[in-house]
């Protein structure tokens, strides 16, 4: 089942402001970590404090925005694997690659402890991407029984921090090989 954030119906300039505001907010944090003033968020999106403000009256609120779009990016991919068991490695390998590439917002998100209050609907959904494959996998014997999505969450976001902590060539494929070990996988391609 997926739970949905809602977003009240916006006109089609606001909905661009609202856009740009989250675009320039994950390219910011990307960039500079997850405090940066809202004024120079406001300066990125080429709209001014107010209109950021009015659509994003608190820190929390902003994050969980950039957050739902790192979630609607898994969900892309996952809508596009098939009822295979192997559908579970293919996830694996493309959210690793996803989070690789967009490392530095793991800041926004340790754990699912550190969720802004509201923010829960997004670990629902994170968990309904990978519920489906991973039960598959499980019956067809490819990972572990008791395995479970907070678990996969979990690695996903150890293999992230691990990238972003440290550049050198190299690391990205070792986590990735660490990362698919540890949810019972084997060695990836080029591993």
């Known amino acids: 089942m997926s739970v949905e954030v809602r977003h009240p119906r916006l006109r089609a300039d606001a909905r661009a402001n609202r856009d740009a ?12 970590g997850p405090d ?5 968020i406001a300066k990125a999106a080429g709209v ?5 403000a009015r659509r994003f ?7 969980l925005a950039v957050l739902e779009q790192l979630i609607e990016a898994l969900e892309e991919l996952a809508a596009g694997l098939p009822d295979e068991p192997d559908a579970f490695v293919t996830l694996v390998d493309g959210a690793l690659a996803l989070l690789a590439e967009r490392a530095s917002l ?15 609907p997004l670990v629902e959904r994170s968990n309904a991407v990978i519920a489906g ?17 907070d678990d996969v969450r979990l690695v996903w976001t150890m293999v992230s921090t691990a990238v972003r902590a440290d550049r050198r060539p190299g ?21």
């Open 36 to 40: 940066v003033p809202f004024a120079d």
């Open 106 to 120: 793991v800041d926004l998100l340790r754990s699912a402890g550190d969720i802004p209050a509201g923010g829960e």
């Open 171 to 191: 690391i990205r494929e070792r986590a990735n090989r660490l990362a698919r070990a540890a949810i019972g996988l084997p060695r990836g391609p080029g591993s």
């Open 57 to 63: 009256p608190t820190r929390d609120a902003l994050r």
């Open 133 to 149: 494959p991973l039960r598959r996998a499980q019956e067809a014997g490819l990972v572990a029984p008791d395995l479970e999505p």
């Open 48 to 52: 001014g404090r107010t209109t950021l």
């Open 21 to 32: 505001i989250v675009a320039a907010a994950a390219r910011l944090y990307a960039e500079h």
